[in-house]
Every structure is written in C-alpha cells, then in structure tokens.
C-alpha cells in the first residue's frame, strides 16, 4: 500500500473543486478564519486506517478514513448566508467522488484504491464567528489486500 499517493491523490482531486480558495493538508491552525480572503477553505484530516483481515494468512485489506473541513464567510449583507457557498462545493465534491477518470462509479483515485466514497452523516455548524459556517464531511478509501 502507498499511503502517500493514496492521501495525496484524494487531496488533489479535492483541492481541485471549483470554488476552493484555500486547500490545506492537515488541522486548521487557529485564527486562519480571521483571514475570509482564504475562504471557502478546505482541510483534510487523516483520520484512521484499519486494517481488515479477509483470512488466515492473507494480507489485510485497508479501510482509510480522514474528514474534511470546509469553512466559509458570509458576505457583508446581514442576510448573507454562508453555507450558500458550501452547498456548490459539497455537490462538487460528491459528484467528483461518484466518478473515476472515465466517468463511470466507483472512484478508484487512479487505481490506488478499490473504493473512494463520502460516509456518514456531515456534520455542519452555521454561524461559527462573524457569519463563518463550516461542514464536515467523512471520506473512506478501501485498498485492497
């Protein structure tokens, strides 16, 4: 397994995403929302990897998990509303998920993985500080033994 090129190929196609001004591997570092010149930011956050055993010995297939935190402002006009800019790039996000390099399903990340999907629920937060919001989205990778 290459973890590397597994994690770098999902950050690159994330980063890609219409809309992203700000692309970042890695934790939020405090006070970079201060910043709305850098919003709508994304953050991707390894998260686990597990290992899952298909037989007596045989190697184990990965499941590969990280989050991705989204943040946007609001524009100026107190009827603005953050997540208006969110919305586009979660869509944006699953559809580039949903597909591989010749358009059909299964996203294999250029077949370093078997499977590259959102999972769970998002988990959104409105009005954070001065009309930031954020999403945070689950994706799991599966690699096969």
């Known amino acids: 397994m290459n973890r590397e090129g597994i994690y770098s190929a999902l950050f690159n196609q994330l980063k890609s995403v219409d809309g992203i001004v700000k692309a970042t591997r890695g934790t939020p570092r405090q006070g970079f929302d201060q910043d709305r010149a850098n919003m709508p930011a994304l953050f991707m956050i390894q998260r686990k990897e597990e290992p899952q055993r298909v037989g007596k010995g045989m190697p184990p297939k990965w499941k590969l998990t990280v989050d991705v935190l989204l943040f946007a402002a609001s524009g100026d006009s107190r009827d603005a509303i953050a997540m208006s800019k969110i919305n586009p790039i979660l869509d944006a996000i699953d559809d580039a998920l949903d ?8 996203n294999t990340l250029g077949g370093l993985v078997s499977h590259c999907y959102l999972n769970g629920s998002s988990q959104i937060v409105e009005g954070l500080d001065a009309n930031v919001s954020a999403v945070i989205i689950e994706i799991e990778m599966l690699v096969p033994a």
């Open 99 to 106: 597909q591989n390099s010749v358009g059909l399903f299964d």
